[in-house]
């Protein structure tokens, strides 16, 4: 069934920008197929939009889900007409309606869902990473500046956040197409890379959301529409910076005064954890990241592809210039906006095609920079540039110190006890081969670790095997003398053949920044609250609280449960 | 030669603190001022006996006719801010020259600081939500619940405020930064007071409240078509969940207000905290306002979380020091879960001569320190 869904296209704010003009539309039709069946609400077999109000508790009308096909019409979702002019151009959408904030934010989900599982990018449906079919989204969850994925309800919740406005009309995060793909995006990678929801180390955090927001860049950059619309498509660098490159403008507009910025994070930017770097970025921020913050320390590594991103669209741009390819002149871009297109697709690929290799527990952008180099790699063999300008960038910005902390292997040894596709059939037959295998996969003498398989659909098979290993829990001694902290490898092989296309593991148990930056992440949380020893987890009401982090120490060593509720989409300075 | 003498009084879980500063009028003259900061205790349960009060107040006013030079309150916490209009209903008044109340106790501070209104705002929506729920309820209305919610409510903390606010022809609204007129803002001529903390857009102390929808305690909404029943009524239930770490993340909010400041007289330095917890700590840290101290009032009765880290404490309490410091803590056992925290009160006093507690005298009493001239 094709249902036909409107959706939010772009933040109100860019419709006032000069160079844009006020033309461009801020609704759009998504057309969706194979989510059936479909309710009102929206709701759909993996997708749930709940309009519940946080004031009364009760639920609000849900969109209108109008099947047109006995009319033989398309099926759709109802919602106001926007005005229009007198020659009929204008909205299809009235964008203040409840209907229209409910399919928007329930479209752009899909949309974003569908974004990733298509060919180019993953290749296969998707599962979430709760356990059930079907993820809730809550447009309206109250307000302030906020939104966020939680696994334990299995639920996107969007806040809104009042104004200034003499009409009073709060921002809703759920209508910003970026922050909505950014937290779609996270719910996405909790499927894929379930060991990074739980992880204290400030990168690994710090990737989940380089991840989302990278999403969500991507998204628009491979939107055609969009690209049409807003790229003025002769002459506009992407070297400065762009709509594009600024996410969420119109919370970060609305917040801009606060936080010294005009969009809520600069995806075009030389953030770096070099100390020695004294430069700041234009609106007089230093680009050395210090801190642990999530939100802060992503914005290294969003740049650093980025900048991948750039570069390779401008190389795409270069070679447009000699001419078109037909198969391509039908999309309706000139060669600026056709550069960005194809390089925000192979970007995105990789970047959500790297989710596969990267290894397990606490990970590292320097294990992303590799896992980003191998599925480039096997996507590009004949076409390494843009994997040159990753390492140049993770060397410009710190993340390594060397060129070869980010080799691969340009090949691996064969796996012992391969005995065809069956030999991963199931999960005894997983484990039996990784214990012939031991060695290879590094797993340490005597370690119990614990293994997860998956097909990506695309003849590979992903076997993630996970052990924890100790460390000196300095910054939180009060809690425990030691901490347990997952580790692994990640080994992807060719289905038919067990060909070993990668084996990577994971460095951040080894790395002395990863470790101070797991002490410094733990004391913070002590000090705020938010990790919390199991015998304190227990809030003034009598019930557990639901906020921290809690410690359980078991035989002198601390075991972490819970917390990921604080991987927001919105961190503000100061916060963590 | 005239000592300085802090006197702490045991008000149960509270605090009432008295200082002695010597000091000189414009003609020259020697005298005494006399500064006070907060009296107040929590409000049920053990540790709260508001008689305590009136001998309290009674000893201040005797040694100071009656007419304090200087009243600070700390934040807008009952447990700060109750004791004066309490004694003053009893018929034993203290009055002052001088009042310092917290910037967000300004009339006018929510208009010139909009984020910290909208927080502001949240709070008091969410402490409604609380009382719903726990209406709904009942079996979380414990008593430390009864204690937070008492201490934070908005309406009896007013009556305080405005009480306090009578006391002088017209208080100061304080905040770091802020300057200090002798003549409008305090007596001292030859003592200086310096303020670490609170930021004068206390927005910044606000963390995040968890949704709460008190309406969904005694009614869930039918599931919608189409949508997973359990999935539905864990989120629903989720809504009802998060009242103690909202009611939590309010009293820290407050607690995070507090005025911070020093007090330097003859190369002595004292420091009053409030009940600054650690994000309030933070900030003063980025601010570079914290140095050395002789005298540290002990934040917070001395819970875990309102006593910097020890990268910071070293720099307030500097372990190779060889002046003389003491530390003190206005506190009383068993009222909250592990306050005072002994671990904190051990890091302390290995940077310290002594640390007094209120505990060890009989109620109404006071701990003395002196400080030589």
């Known amino acids: 069934m094709i249902v036909s869904v409107p959706v939010m296209s772009q933040d109100v704010t860019l419709t006032d920008d000069p160079d844009i003009g006020r033309w461009m539309s801020l609704a759009d039709w998504f057309v969706m197929k194979g989510e059936e069946p479909y309710y009102d609400g929206p709701v759909s077999r993996r997708v749930a939009v709940v309009d519940l109000d946080h004031r009364t508790g009760a639920l609000r009308p849900g969109a209108r889900f109008d099947d047109g096909r006995p009319r033989g019409e398309t099926s759709k979702y109802v919602v106001e007409e926007g005005d229009r002019d007198e020659w009929g151009v204008g909205e299809i959408a009235r964008i203040e309606a409840d209907a229209f904030l409910q399919t928007s934010v329930f479209g752009t989900v899909v949309k974003t869902l569908k974004m990733f599982e298509r060919a180019p990018m993953l290749g296969r449906r998707l599962t979430w990473g709760f356990g059930r079919e079907q993820l809730l989204v809550v447009p309206r969850a109250g307000d302030m500046a906020n939104a966020f994925y939680d696994r334990d309800t299995g639920s996107l919740q969007f806040f809104s956040v009042p104004t200034e406005d003499p009409d009073g009309r709060p921002i809703h995060t759920a209508l910003s197409h970026d922050v909505v793909a950014h937290e779609t995006a996270h719910a996405v990678l909790d499927g894929i890379c379930p060991e990074l929801y739980d992880a204290i180390t400030p990168q690994a955090r710090a990737l989940h959301e380089t991840f989302a927001d990278v999403t969500s860049l991507l998204a628009s950059l491979g939107d055609v529409y969009r690209l049409r619309m807003e790229l003025d498509l002769e002459g506009r660098s992407l070297r400065s910076s762009t709509t594009f490159g600024r996410l969420a403008e119109q919370l970060g507009q609305h917040l801009g005064a606060a936080v010294g910025a005009d969009a809520l994070r600069d995806a075009n930017n030389a953030c770096t954890l070099d100390p020695d770097d004294n430069s700041h970025d234009r609106h007089g921020r230093p680009n050395f990241v210090g801190g642990i913050a999530a939100h802060d320390l992503s914005m290294v590594m969003t740049g650093a592809i980025y900048g991948v991103f750039r570069r390779l669209a401008q190389a795409e741009r270069k070679r447009l210039e000699g001419g078109i390819p037909r198969s391509l002149a039908k999309l309706e871009l000139g060669p600026v906006g056709l550069g960005a297109h194809l390089a925000a697709q192979r970007v995105a690929r990789s970047v959500a095609r790297a989710r596969a290799h990267l290894p397990p527990g606490e990970t590292s952008f320097a294990d992303f920079g590799r896992a980003f180099l191998v599925a480039d790699r096997l996507d590009h063999p004949r076409s390494p540039e843009p994997r040159e300008w990753l390492v140049g960038e993770l060397l410009a910005r710190a993340v390594v110190e060397r060129r070869d902390d980010l080799d691969v292997p340009a090949s691996w040894p064969d796996l012992e006890g391969w005995d065809g596709p069956s030999a991963l059939s199931s999960s005894a037959e997983a484990r039996r081969l990784v214990s012939r295998n031991r060695a290879l996969l590094g797993i340490p003498d005597k370690a119990r670790y614990a293994v997860r398989t998956y097909d990506t659909g695309r003849g590979q098979v992903v076997v993630r095997v996970t052990w924890q290993v100790k460390e000196d829990n300095a910054a939180t001694r009060d809690l425990a003398p030691e901490r347990s902290v997952a580790t692994g490898t990640t080994l992807v092989a060719e289905t038919s053949t067990g060909r070993v296309l990668s084996l990577l593991a994971s460095d951040s148990t080894a790395d002395p920044r990863q470790v101070a930056d797991r002490g410094r992440m733990l004391r913070w949380l002590a000090d705020e609250d938010l990790l919390v020893d199991e015998r304190d987890a227990v809030g003034p009401d009598g019930r557990p609280l639901r906020e921290p982090i809690v410690a359980r120490a078991v035989r002198g060593t601390m075991r972490l449960s819970g917390g990921a509720r604080m991987v927001h989409c919105i961190g503000l300075p100061g916060l963590g | ?373």
């Not at chain 2, 300004?106 to 726990?134: C, F, M, N, T, W």
Request: glycine letters at 6%.
């Open chain 2, 1 to 373: 030669m005239a000592d300085l003498v802090v006197r702490a009084y045991n008000v149960g879980f509270g605090d009432a603190i008295h200082v002695e500063v010597p000091d000189r009028d414009r003609s020259g003259k020697e005298v005494r001022r006399h500064l006070v900061v907060d009296i107040g205790n929590v409000l049920s349960g053990r540790g709260s006996e508001d008689d305590v009060f009136l001998p309290v107040v009674k000893d201040i006013a005797e040694r100071c006719d009656g007419r304090a030079d200087l009243y600070v309150l700390s934040h807008e916490h009952l447990d700060h801010a109750q004791g004066l209009l309490y004694a003053s209903a009893k018929g034993v008044d203290l009055a002052a020259d001088h009042v310092w109340l917290p910037a967000s106790a300004a009339p006018d501070s929510y208009e010139k600081h909009p984020a910290a209104r909208r927080k502001r705002l949240a709070v008091l929506e969410q402490l409604e939500h609380i009382r719903g729920l726990l209406a709904a309820a009942p079996e979380l209305a414990t008593p430390q619940m009864r204690h937070l919610l008492a201490n934070n409510n908005a309406s009896s903390t007013q009556d305080c405020v405005e009480h306090l606010r009578g006391l002088a022809r017209r208080p100061s609204y304080v905040w770091r930064g802020r300057r200090l007129r002798r003549g409008m803002d305090h007596p001292f001529h030859e003592a200086r007071l310096q303020l670490w903390a609170p930021e004068e857009d206390t927005s910044v102390y606000y963390g995040r409240l968890p949704p709460l929808a008190p309406a969904l305690a005694s009614k869930r909404p039918p599931t919608p078509a189409g949508v997973d029943g359990r999935a539905f009524g864990r989120l629903v239930r989720s809504w009802t969940e998060g009242v103690g770490d909202s009611i939590l993340a309010i009293d820290k909010a407050a607690n995070n207000s507090s005025v911070v400041f020093t007090l330097t007289w003859r190369g002595w330095r004292l420091l009053v905290p409030g009940d600054a917890e650690l994000r309030s700590w933070q900030i003063m840290d980025r601010r570079k306002v914290i140095g050395p101290v002789d005298f540290l009032k002990v934040g917070h009765h001395g819970s875990h979380n309102a006593t910097p880290p020890d990268d910071v404490l070293d720099r307030l309490l500097p372990r190779e020091s060889k002046r003389r410091r003491v530390a003190l803590v206005s506190t009383h056992e068993k009222v909250y879960n592990a306050v005072p925290h002994p671990p904190t009160l051990d890091r302390i006093s290995t940077r310290v001569d002594e640390l007094l507690t209120t505990q060890d005298v009989a109620p109404g009493e006071a701990v003395e320190v002196r400080f030589p001239g």
